[in-house]
Protein backbone atom coordinates (compact mmCIF):
# COMPACT_ATOMS: atom_id res chain seq x y z
CA UNK A 1 0.00 0.00 0.00
CA UNK A 2 1.35 3.30 -0.64
CA UNK A 3 1.06 5.83 2.16
CA UNK A 4 0.45 9.05 1.96
CA UNK A 5 1.97 11.42 4.41
CA UNK A 6 0.93 14.81 4.55
CA UNK A 7 2.25 18.26 6.42
CA UNK A 8 1.91 20.10 8.38
CA UNK A 9 -1.11 18.69 10.47
CA UNK A 10 -1.80 22.27 10.93
CA UNK A 11 -1.14 25.33 9.36
CA UNK A 12 -1.72 29.03 10.72
CA UNK A 13 -1.87 31.57 8.02
CA UNK A 14 -3.55 35.28 8.23
CA UNK A 15 -6.20 35.71 5.59
CA UNK A 16 -4.30 36.76 2.49
CA UNK A 17 -1.20 35.15 2.89
CA UNK A 18 0.05 32.60 1.09
CA UNK A 19 0.14 28.89 2.37
CA UNK A 20 2.62 26.12 1.31
CA UNK A 21 0.84 21.94 2.20
CA UNK A 22 3.07 19.34 1.38
CA UNK A 23 2.18 15.80 0.81
CA UNK A 24 4.81 12.90 0.19
CA UNK A 25 4.39 9.32 -0.97
CA UNK A 26 6.35 6.27 0.56
CA UNK A 27 7.01 5.46 -3.29
CA UNK A 28 6.97 6.89 -6.70
CA UNK A 29 3.17 7.77 -7.67
CA UNK A 30 4.63 9.78 -10.88
CA UNK A 31 1.61 12.69 -10.87
CA UNK A 32 -0.91 10.45 -10.69
CA UNK A 33 -2.33 12.70 -7.40
CA UNK A 34 -5.59 14.54 -6.05
CA UNK A 35 -6.06 17.51 -4.02
CA UNK A 36 -9.34 17.75 -2.49
CA UNK A 37 -10.87 20.62 0.75
CA UNK A 38 -13.04 19.84 3.19
CA UNK A 39 -14.63 22.45 5.00
CA UNK A 40 -15.93 22.02 8.34
CA UNK A 41 -20.00 19.87 8.02
CA UNK A 42 -19.17 19.52 4.17
CA UNK A 43 -18.29 16.78 1.78
CA UNK A 44 -14.93 17.36 0.18
CA UNK A 45 -14.42 18.65 -2.89
CA UNK A 46 -11.81 18.40 -6.17
CA UNK A 47 -9.25 20.97 -6.29
CA UNK A 48 -6.61 19.46 -8.57
CA UNK A 49 -5.71 16.16 -10.39
CA UNK A 50 -2.87 14.86 -12.13
CA UNK A 51 -0.58 17.21 -9.38
CA UNK A 52 -1.21 20.05 -11.41
CA UNK A 53 -4.30 20.85 -13.03
CA UNK A 54 -7.06 22.73 -11.35
CA UNK A 55 -10.43 21.22 -11.23
CA UNK A 56 -13.37 23.32 -12.82
CA UNK A 57 -14.37 25.97 -11.16
CA UNK A 58 -11.15 26.18 -8.86
CA UNK A 59 -9.61 29.66 -8.32
CA UNK A 60 -6.29 30.66 -9.91
CA UNK A 61 -4.85 31.22 -6.12
CA UNK A 62 -4.92 27.21 -6.04
CA UNK A 63 -1.34 25.55 -7.81
CA UNK A 64 -0.22 22.03 -7.81
CA UNK A 65 3.24 21.29 -8.33
CA UNK A 66 5.32 17.87 -7.93
CA UNK A 67 5.99 14.51 -9.37
CA UNK A 68 7.45 10.97 -7.89
CA UNK A 69 7.27 11.44 -4.03
CA UNK A 70 6.89 15.09 -3.39
CA UNK A 71 4.22 17.32 -3.78
CA UNK A 72 2.62 20.89 -2.84
CA UNK A 73 -0.42 22.53 -3.01
CA UNK A 74 0.17 26.59 -2.43
CA UNK A 75 -3.22 28.97 -1.91
CA UNK A 76 -1.47 32.36 -3.34
CA UNK A 77 -3.73 34.66 -0.77
CA UNK A 78 -5.96 32.79 1.56
CA UNK A 79 -9.93 33.72 1.39
CA UNK A 80 -12.12 32.71 4.15
CA UNK A 81 -13.72 29.76 2.19
CA UNK A 82 -10.30 28.31 2.29
CA UNK A 83 -9.77 27.93 6.18
CA UNK A 84 -10.75 24.05 6.22
CA UNK A 85 -8.87 20.54 5.75
CA UNK A 86 -6.71 19.97 2.53
CA UNK A 87 -6.41 15.94 1.72
CA UNK A 88 -4.21 14.80 -1.02
CA UNK A 89 -4.64 11.23 -2.96
CA UNK A 90 -2.81 9.08 -4.74
CA UNK A 91 -4.17 6.90 -7.45
CA UNK A 92 -1.47 5.51 -8.97
CA UNK A 93 -2.15 1.56 -7.37
CA UNK A 94 -4.46 0.00 -5.68
CA UNK A 95 -6.08 0.84 -2.75
CA UNK A 96 -6.53 4.10 -3.49
CA UNK A 97 -5.16 6.31 -0.33
CA UNK A 98 -5.68 9.45 1.22
CA UNK A 99 -3.02 11.21 3.22
CA UNK A 100 -3.78 12.22 6.48
CA UNK A 101 -4.93 15.67 5.98
CA UNK A 102 -3.47 19.20 6.74
CA UNK A 103 -6.21 21.90 8.67
CA UNK A 104 -5.13 25.56 7.42
CA UNK A 105 -7.09 27.66 10.23
CA UNK A 106 -7.15 31.31 11.14
CA UNK A 107 -3.76 32.92 12.48
CA UNK B 1 -26.87 19.77 -12.10
CA UNK B 2 -24.68 16.91 -11.21
CA UNK B 3 -26.27 15.64 -7.37
CA UNK B 4 -25.18 12.59 -5.21
CA UNK B 5 -27.57 11.66 -2.78
CA UNK B 6 -26.71 8.89 0.04
CA UNK B 7 -29.43 7.60 2.26
CA UNK B 8 -29.91 4.34 4.47
CA UNK B 9 -27.47 5.14 7.59
CA UNK B 10 -28.37 4.39 10.90
CA UNK B 11 -27.10 2.77 14.08
CA UNK B 12 -26.78 -0.50 13.88
CA UNK B 13 -25.26 -3.27 16.44
CA UNK B 14 -22.04 -5.17 15.61
CA UNK B 15 -22.48 -7.87 13.99
CA UNK B 16 -25.35 -6.78 11.83
CA UNK B 17 -25.88 -5.59 7.94
CA UNK B 18 -27.01 -2.09 6.28
CA UNK B 19 -27.35 -1.55 3.09
CA UNK B 20 -26.55 1.86 1.82
CA UNK B 21 -28.15 3.83 -1.40
CA UNK B 22 -26.31 6.65 -3.71
CA UNK B 23 -29.27 8.04 -5.92
CA UNK B 24 -27.36 10.13 -9.04
CA UNK B 25 -28.92 12.76 -11.51
CA UNK B 26 -27.88 15.34 -13.45
CA UNK B 27 -25.30 13.07 -15.32
CA UNK B 28 -25.54 9.87 -17.54
CA UNK B 29 -24.80 7.15 -14.57
CA UNK B 30 -23.75 4.81 -16.84
CA UNK B 31 -21.31 5.89 -18.23
CA UNK B 32 -19.08 6.97 -14.87
CA UNK B 33 -17.88 4.78 -12.63
CA UNK B 34 -18.64 5.43 -8.94
CA UNK B 35 -16.82 4.95 -5.28
CA UNK B 36 -17.93 4.86 -1.73
CA UNK B 37 -15.11 6.90 0.20
CA UNK B 38 -15.89 7.06 4.52
CA UNK B 39 -14.58 9.28 7.40
CA UNK B 40 -14.53 8.12 10.86
CA UNK B 41 -15.38 10.82 13.12
CA UNK B 42 -12.86 13.50 13.45
CA UNK B 43 -10.60 11.50 11.15
CA UNK B 44 -9.28 11.64 7.69
CA UNK B 45 -10.74 9.81 4.65
CA UNK B 46 -10.53 6.01 3.55
CA UNK B 47 -11.28 5.00 0.11
CA UNK B 48 -13.77 2.13 0.69
CA UNK B 49 -14.93 0.65 -3.21
CA UNK B 50 -15.21 1.23 -6.59
CA UNK B 51 -17.70 -0.27 -9.43
CA UNK B 52 -16.70 0.05 -12.75
CA UNK B 53 -19.29 1.97 -15.20
CA UNK B 54 -20.68 -1.01 -16.20
CA UNK B 55 -20.31 -3.22 -13.07
CA UNK B 56 -17.54 -5.92 -14.92
CA UNK B 57 -15.35 -4.73 -12.03
CA UNK B 58 -14.87 -4.11 -8.43
CA UNK B 59 -11.74 -3.30 -5.90
CA UNK B 60 -12.83 -3.08 -1.98
CA UNK B 61 -10.05 -1.70 0.73
CA UNK B 62 -8.55 -4.49 2.74
CA UNK B 63 -10.47 -3.40 5.64
CA UNK B 64 -13.94 -4.25 4.12
CA UNK B 65 -12.88 -7.48 1.26
CA UNK B 66 -15.07 -10.21 2.48
CA UNK B 67 -17.61 -8.06 4.14
CA UNK B 68 -19.00 -4.90 1.78
CA UNK B 69 -20.56 -5.24 -1.08
CA UNK B 70 -20.56 -2.90 -4.11
CA UNK B 71 -23.13 -2.53 -6.85
CA UNK B 72 -24.99 -0.53 -9.21
CA UNK B 73 -28.53 -0.48 -10.91
CA UNK B 74 -27.76 1.70 -13.76
CA UNK B 75 -31.43 1.73 -14.75
CA UNK B 76 -32.20 3.23 -11.55
CA UNK B 77 -29.02 5.84 -11.63
CA UNK B 78 -28.39 4.05 -8.04
CA UNK B 79 -25.46 2.95 -6.43
CA UNK B 80 -25.33 0.57 -3.70
CA UNK B 81 -22.96 -0.73 -0.74
CA UNK B 82 -23.94 -3.44 1.21
CA UNK B 83 -22.22 -3.47 4.58
CA UNK B 84 -22.58 -7.06 6.67
CA UNK B 85 -21.06 -8.12 9.61
CA UNK B 86 -20.13 -4.80 10.95
CA UNK B 87 -17.99 -3.59 13.54
CA UNK B 88 -17.50 -0.52 15.73
CA UNK B 89 -14.63 0.26 13.11
CA UNK B 90 -16.93 0.97 10.33
CA UNK B 91 -18.39 3.75 11.99
CA UNK B 92 -18.15 6.55 9.57
CA UNK B 93 -20.04 9.26 7.28
CA UNK B 94 -20.17 7.27 4.23
CA UNK B 95 -19.60 9.06 0.96
CA UNK B 96 -20.25 8.35 -2.61
CA UNK B 97 -18.49 9.84 -5.42
CA UNK B 98 -18.17 9.93 -8.70
CA UNK B 99 -15.40 9.24 -11.02
CA UNK B 100 -14.17 12.46 -12.37
CA UNK B 101 -15.19 11.65 -16.45
CA UNK B 102 -17.47 9.48 -18.32
CA UNK B 103 -15.08 6.47 -19.34
CA UNK B 104 -16.15 2.97 -20.82
CA UNK B 105 -12.92 1.97 -19.65
CA UNK B 106 -10.75 2.22 -16.62
CA UNK B 107 -11.57 4.65 -14.27
CA UNK B 108 -9.48 7.57 -13.29
CA UNK B 109 -9.44 7.21 -10.15
CA UNK B 110 -10.17 10.52 -8.24
CA UNK B 111 -13.80 11.85 -7.41
CA UNK B 112 -15.85 14.54 -8.65
CA UNK B 113 -18.14 15.33 -7.10
CA UNK B 114 -19.36 13.81 -3.44
CA UNK B 115 -22.01 13.37 -2.07
CA UNK B 116 -23.32 14.70 1.27
CA UNK B 117 -22.97 11.47 2.92
CA UNK B 118 -24.72 9.18 4.97
CA UNK B 119 -23.95 8.79 9.15
CA UNK B 120 -23.17 4.79 10.03
CA UNK B 121 -22.68 4.62 13.56
CA UNK B 122 -21.83 0.67 14.57
CA UNK B 123 -22.29 -0.08 18.43
CA UNK B 124 -24.20 -2.16 20.92
Known amino acids: EIVMTQSPATLSVSPGERATLSCRAS??????LAWYRQKPGQAPRLLMY???TRATGIPARFSGSGSGTEFTLTISSLQSEDFAVYYC?????????FGGGTKVEIK | QVQLVESGGGVVQPGTSLRLSCTASGFTFSEYGMYWVRQAPGKGLEWVAV????????YFADSVKGRFIISRDNSKNTLFLQMNTLRAEDTAVYYCARDFKANHGDPYNWFDPWGQGTLVIVSS
Open chain 1, 50 to 52: GAS
Open chain 1, 89 to 97: QQYHDWPLT
Open chain 2, 51 to 58: IWYDGSSK
Open chain 1, 27 to 32: QSISNN
